[in-house]
């Protein structure tokens, strides 16, 4: 396919989704996203309660997985996977296989997101082939039960396609941001009482506009974990046309950047770069709120580069951010989260589509914090 039939299918396809991501759509989808989140508080005081104690080891990562399936199930396809309340539908196996089994090798998760590009890949004899055969089909069956209403002028294909790409999109990378979220929260006990008393000032959950710009530590928790924890660590692009770069690169080069080493670069953060301290976006910086101006020089919402920028910019930002915000603020209204092991825990890098937080010692990318009801003293 060449470049300009690329752009034009891509334009088309855009087109037909973005009104699923605009801001009243986003509006009207913040129900769904609370819901999510109190029907995971309601399991956990359940666990709570079942184990004697004024507190209980929550395996988090397993946890934001289903928080995050389940939105993007009823926000995205008006279907309900389930995940909360302990189903196991197919697509739920694919995930929770795909990303936490100790067995999933880089060869074999290769195979499947390479099979989606080049489809004889997908037949290769293996557990997690057989488990993306197996979410295909539940898509499709997803497919035709949305299809009256999905407004989507496109092809069947195209619709089960990208379907499977905001889940792909849309679970992962929500899932594991929400996860370093309580990660860091959890190592930084002064910043999660900060943000706690700034959601309890606030009383009721948040609405859409209250979310966006109503709560500034709110915002500067979640851009202070995008910007360390960036669920892409390199963007691949290619040139449509010759340039210096600096040296001649011919038309149609491919070439990547690490934006996850721009974001915690000191030449444009400052020295404390790599550390997470959500109040460098409230400081005053020459005069300004926010980061120093030379990190204002990066493009991207917030000079983040999370979702990338330009023509192909991230379409469900909004979707994600608003997501992210208010599943933190039932979580952190409701729990003080510790690490199991105290704030010097060893932490390691586990590899789902995504990189994840893991606990040392633990089998796969399993990540137990201890969550404890929040008592308001006195």
């Not at 996203?33 to 309601?42: G, H, I, L, N, P």
């Not at 996850?260 to 953060?269: D, M, R, V, W, Y």
């Not at 825990?345 to 990189?355: A, L, M, Q, T, W």
Request: aromatic letters at 8%; hydrophobic letters at 40%; one cysteine or more.
């Amino acid at each position: 396919m060449s470049p300009g039939q690329t752009f034009d299918r891509f334009t088309r396809q855009r087109k037909s989704l973005t009104p699923a991501f605009s801001v009243d759509a986003i509006r009207q989808l913040t129900t769904i996203f609370y819901d999510s989140a109190y029907k995971a508080k309601d399991a956990w005081d359940v666990l709570i309660e079942s184990s004697g104690g004024d507190s209980a080891l929550i395996e988090v990562q397993s946890w934001m997985n289903h928080i995050s399936l389940d939105t993007i199930g009823l926000a995205g396809f008006s279907h309900n996977f389930g995940a909360l309340g302990g189903k196991h539908a197919s697509v739920t196996e694919v995930f929770d296989t795909f990303i936490t089994s100790p067995r999933a090798t880089a060869l074999n998760k290769g195979l499947i997101l390479l099979g989606q590009v080049f489809p004889l890949l997908a037949h290769f004899p293996t557990s997690r082939t057989k488990l993306f055969q197996k979410l295909n089909v539940a898509m499709e069956e997803i497919s035709n039960g949305a299809s009256g209403n999905s407004g989507f002028r496109l092809t069947k294909d195209e619709v089960i396609a990208q379907m499977k790409l905001l889940l792909v999109a849309a679970y992962e990378t929500v899932s594991v941001s929400m996860t370093w979220a309580l990660l860091e929260l959890s190592r930084h006990p002064d910043v999660q009482t900060r943000l706690r008393n700034e959601l309890l000032a606030h009383g009721t959950d948040p609405t859409y506009d209250q979310l966006t710009d109503g709560l500034p530590y709110l915002d500067a928790v979640v851009h202070e974990v995008l910007r360390i924890h960036l669920p892409i660590l390199e963007v691949t692009r290619v040139a449509v046309e010759d340039d210096v770069i600096p040296l001649s690169q011919p038309i149609r080069t491919e070439f990547g950047k690490p934006v996850n080493s721009i974001t915690i670069a000191k030449g444009t953060l400052g020295e404390d770069a790599k550390l997470f301290r959500p109040s460098r976006w409230l400081e005053d910086k020459d005069g300004q709120n926010g980061i120093p101006a030379k990190a204002k020089e990066i493009p991207g919402h917030r000079q983040l580069l999370t979702f990338v920028d330009g023509p192909r910019a991230c379409l469900g930002k909004n979707f994600a951010l608003t997501e992210f915000k208010a599943v933190l603020t039932v979580l952190v209204k409701n729990y003080v989260f510790e690490l199991r092991d105290g704030v010097n825990s060893k932490i390691e890098i586990g590899r789902g589509v995504f990189p994840r937080p893991k606990l040392a010692g633990e089998v796969g990318c399993q990540l137990p914090l201890r969550a404890r009801p929040y008592v308001a003293s006195g």
